[in-house]
């Protein structure tokens, strides 16, 4: 068994999948950091608000006031520095810190691509994805011909992870049954040249992009896996990413997916587009000679430290449970989205909610409402109004505000409505719940009224 | 490899061209709602005659304001009174639409930001000094509480009222009324034109996006239900902002609270209309909010509830004192309900509304999952 073990950790393959994939990770990320900055987010998202909502136990991750543009700056750079692999290590070491910073400042922004990102970079960290085509080759003079092929399939099976589960959660009756909410939104989509007002109006295809949705998860990663299936299944990527582009604001998240499926392909594929690039290289007229390795010591195999495996079998083993954890929870997961995040599942709740929070005197019984306005931007209000966990941080946030306000025997309420799916809206946190009375914590969160319907599936 | 990439994506687009077929999709059709024409409805029945109705009604404000500087009898002090009356209900079908020029002009904060203040008035009168167009810090020295100060809180009744401009003290009163009048005139007239010049690419800004002319008509809307109707006429006057300390002189036209009520009646008559596409001053309707909400969800039961909310606010608050300073000062908890009433609304509205139609709210631009 450890024999085995051995064999596959040992096990070679070409570098090129790596560097390739190195590259185009790093470009994009810095393309996406530059796309952020320009349409004006940091400032909006970041500097704005004046209250920030926290993960559990990373409520010391705040943005940094104007120093945020550094951190920002800081992250761009270490992905170019990546895409470039210079100092490899250290720039993905900083891109993966600054990145999930980011990600962590604030709770109101939170995307599966996002967290995405974070995983792979963290994966990135403990694979030699500079050992060809990069400066670290010609600062070193070292270029490895071959990496362990754990390197390159731990990504993969990242990657199948991401679909495969994305694919599983969306086996449940909203999205099968009702092709919920993809009919609201496809049929909102009116305005799209030809499609717009034929088929994006039409029940079979809503339900077909339903049902078309989740075997496209649930399958790309087998047909990727077999060479015979793999172009068809490219296509297909292409495809369905490009169409989600078109039909729904998901910024960079599909040019990831689909640079990050060219892994698959086998490393001939991969010496091409070095070539490629080196072609284009060399009409820059930049001396190429020791990144083509002809001066450079070539050095055959790359070899990985035993901690490397652990922690990436580790972490692996803990990708493929962590999104279970929902089962651990009563009650309805997309009403009380607990353990909803960090679980691939993507685009399956059209959830809309109103909060209206009463500051009570608990002795003297009077009390007044909040106007949200004064405290949270219109992104802030609209993620709190449904997702109880934030909703309780505000709630806190809002009855010590107002206790620092010198106000007395200060109790928290919220009336609050949500609408999932197309559902007529109901009653969501019990409106007799003290909010100050209650702590956030991983156990279930008893204060949360019921959703009257069932949604079967995972 | 790649060749034959080319000749995937080639194959694909074919299929994709052959789904679209106009032959085969023509039978699929089932009746599409034309968000089109609903703009056109709401543009054309509902917002332009609105404001021809209530420029009409404000020029006739400005001369009765003119005939009674030169008059300065009680008979055409009564007509002004009664032809503010009269601008101030059909206002109340204007506030909403708070979009288009008359956001960028801050046309909604000039004519009815209440309560006024009279010691901004008063100075404004006593300097001479004073730029209505500004928009700093006058938004609360014109417009109809303004008037309504000048012309019911000046003092105690008609008679007096009367003695005060017929004083030549008062000139420059008499001068800042005619000013904030034809100030409403001007501005009236200035969004009222631009409605008409903008009419057709308005209408054919159908799309979803966040600045469609249906996504921000819609939020606008929401957000006068919101703060224009349940805040400002019920919420702040009965206290609940404020820790149940009432603020009866916050109501609507405090100074003839008399027709606070009334006031409010056609506000909810406004958004009731607005919502079923029915025709300004007019029993016909057309294509509305409510039939693309039943397109949408296929059946009426979200329509049915949101009917029911506006049928219930209007019998809250015909059950209310004419006089909404007597009613705060006589039961208060009356007053509440139908804030709370109307906080239903804003719950059905907000809440599900958007989230049927796909409605993005206002200003939000990021990435979704």
Known sequence: MIKTINTYFNRQTSTAPLAVFRILFGLLMCISIIRFWSKGWINSLYIEPDFHFSYYGFEWVKPLGSYTYILFLICGISSLLVALGYKYRLAILVFFLSF???????????????????????????????????????????????????????????????????????????????????????????????????????????????????????????????????????????GFHIATRIL??????????????????????????????????????????SLTNNTSKQIKNYTTHKVSHLVITCFLFFQLIIPWRSLLYPGE??????????????????????????????????????????????????????????????????????????????AVFVESYVSLNGRLSQQFIDPLANLMELKETFKHKHWITPLNDEIKGF | ???????????????????????????????????????????????????????????????????????????????????????????????????????????VQKMNTYPATVSKIENNISTGIYDLDSNNNNWVAQGFPTLDYLLFGIADNASNTLLFYQNNDNIAHLKYLKDVVSQMVSITEVVRQDWISIRDIFVSSSDNSATSSLNTLTNDFIYYFEKGLRTNKFGIPSGVFSGNNTRSSKVEAYYNSNVSKLLSLEALNAVRNFFNGQTYNSASSGKSLKDYIAYMTEDTILNDAILTKFDEANQLINGLNDNFVNQINADNDLMIAVFNKLQEGVVLLKTDMLSILSISVDYIDADGD
């Not at chain 2, 994709?16 to 029945?45: A, H, K």
């Not at chain 2, 007509?79 to 956001?103: D, G, P």
């Open chain 1, 248 to 289: 729904f604001p998901i910024g960079m998240f599909p040019y990831i997916m689909i640079f990050s499926t060219l892994l698959f392909f086998d490393s001939n594929f991969h010496i091409r587009i070095l070539e490629f690039f080196k072609n284009g290289i060399k009409i820059l007229k930049i001396r190429t000679t």
């Open chain 1, 100 to 238: 999930t910073y980011i990600e962590l400042m604030d709770k109101t922004t939170y995307l599966n691509h996002y967290y995405f990102v974070s995983v792979i970079s963290f994966i990135m960290l403990f694979l030699p994805c500079n050992a060809q085509f990069s400066l670290d080759v010609v600062t070193k003079n070292k270029s490895y011909e071959k990496v362990p092929s754990w390197t390159i399939d731990s990504l993969k099976l990242m990657l199948g992870i991401v679909y495969f589960y994305a694919g599983l959660t969306k086996i449940n009756s909203d999205w099968l049954c009702s092709a919920m909410p993809l009919k609201l939104w496809l049929k909102s989509k009116y305005d799209l040249p030809y499609i717009g007002q034929t088929i994006m109006q039409q029940d079979w295809f809503h339900f077909l992009m339903s049902w078309g949705g989740m075997f496209y998860d649930l399958s790309i990663p087998f047909l990727l896996l077999y060479k015979k299936t793999r172009s068809f299944a490219f296509i297909l990527v292409i």
């Open chain 2, 1 to 107: 490899m790649f060749k034959k990439s080319i000749f995937y994506i080639n194959l694909l687009f074919l299929l994709s061209i052959s789904c679209t077929d106009p032959s085969e999709s023509n039978e699929n059709i089932v009746d599409n709602f034309d968000r089109q024409s609903m703009l056109e409805n709401i543009t054309d029945n509902i917002i332009l005659p609105a404001f021809d109705d209530f420029s009409e009604k404000i020029e006739v404000l400005e001369l009765s304001v003119i005939t009674f500087s030169n008059d300065l009898d009680l008979a055409s002090l009564e007509q002004v009174q009664s032809h503010l009356f009269e601008a101030y209900k059909t206002w109340q079908y204007i506030e909403m639409f708070s979009l288009e020029k008359a956001e960028e002009i801050y046309y």
């Open chain 1, 333 to 410: 997961l997309f009403w009380n989205e607990q353990g909803y995040r960090f679980s691939w599942r993507v685009m399956l709740m059209e959830k809309a909610g109103s909060a209206n929070f009463k500051i009570l005197d608990s002795v003297t019984q009077n009390y007044f409402y909040v106007d949200n306005n004064d405290f949270l931007t219109p992104v802030q209000q609209k993620q709190m109004s449904f997702q109880p966990d934030m909703i309780l941080e505000y709630g806190h946030y809002l009855g010590n505000h107002f206790k620092s306000q010198g106000h007395k025997n200060v």
